[in-house]
């Protein structure tokens, strides 16, 4: 069979217009779902500049007292209410800033567990991480507060401004908790991992006092 017989067979025809039909039909998908994914982005976008202002409007020293209740509500409903959006990890966490500053600790974490969970740039899943650590040190949990130390600090590498402070704070918590050996250790893990730290006086302070106790 030449080709002009190929293309005149009518079930030839027939396939080949099923799948144009589908090609067609796939594209009409997909061109509908990145239309949805647009306007989704676009709300999301939109409720997070007007919950800003309200962020920046709290932060002012002549800030009205509901300024930060407002402000929290409205980064609430950012989270709430476009949960698929790609801005949700920085909402997340300001929100949870605002509500650590507020004194509601377990909500506050709670944001900071969503701003996690909900990926964003490794820098901001880091301080969510530390942060979290925040929130059950504030409660004077301190077994809490040191395993969420512990698992920011395996995200975060030697180099990272965020390393030094969160050894620190662990530190601390091991120190509150009566886990003397513990914090003496991670106080010597610090000393170690950042030589040229600007806390070695005060880490070397600490670690003798540790050791007077002993």
């Known amino acids: 069979m030449n080709w002009t017989e190929w293309l005149s067979d009518p079930r030839i025809r027939r396939i080949g217009l099923q799948a144009g039909a589908g090609i067609v039909l796939v594209a009409v998908i997909a061109t509908g779902a990145w239309y949805w994914y647009r306007a989704q982005e676009a709300r999301g976008e939109a409720a997070l ?9 709290a932060s002012l020293p ?37 509500r650590y500053a507020a004194g509601q600790y377990a909500a506050a974490r709670g944001a900071y567990e969503v701003a996690l969970a909900k990926g964003g740039s490794p820098t901001l899943r880091a301080l969510a991480a530390v942060a979290i650590g925040y929130t059950w040190e504030a409660e004077k949990n301190y077994a809490s507060a040191a395993t969420a130390y512990e698992a920011a600090l395996r995200q975060l590498d030697v180099r990272t401004f965020l390393y030094e402070d969160t050894l620190m704070a662990l530190g ?16 010597q893990r610090l000393l170690k991992d950042v030589p040229a730290t600007r806390r070695a006086d005060e880490l070397k302070t600490r670690l003798a006092d540790l050791k007077s106790r002993q």
């Not at 007007?50 to 962020?55: F, K, P």
């Not at 980064?75 to 990890?89: M, Q, T, Y």
């Not at 601390?172 to 106080?187: F, S």
């Open 49 to 57: 500049a007007g919950a800003t202002i309200l962020v920046q409007q």
């Open 62 to 98: 002549q800030a009205p007292p509901d300024a930060r209740d407002n402000a929290i509500k409205a980064l609430d409903a950012v989270v709430r209410e476009h949960p698929r959006f790609s801005g949700i990890p920085q909402a997340a966490y300001q929100l949870g800033n605002l």
């Open 172 to 187: 601390r918590v091991q120190e509150l908790g009566g886990k003397t050996a513990a914090a003496q250790e991670t106080y």
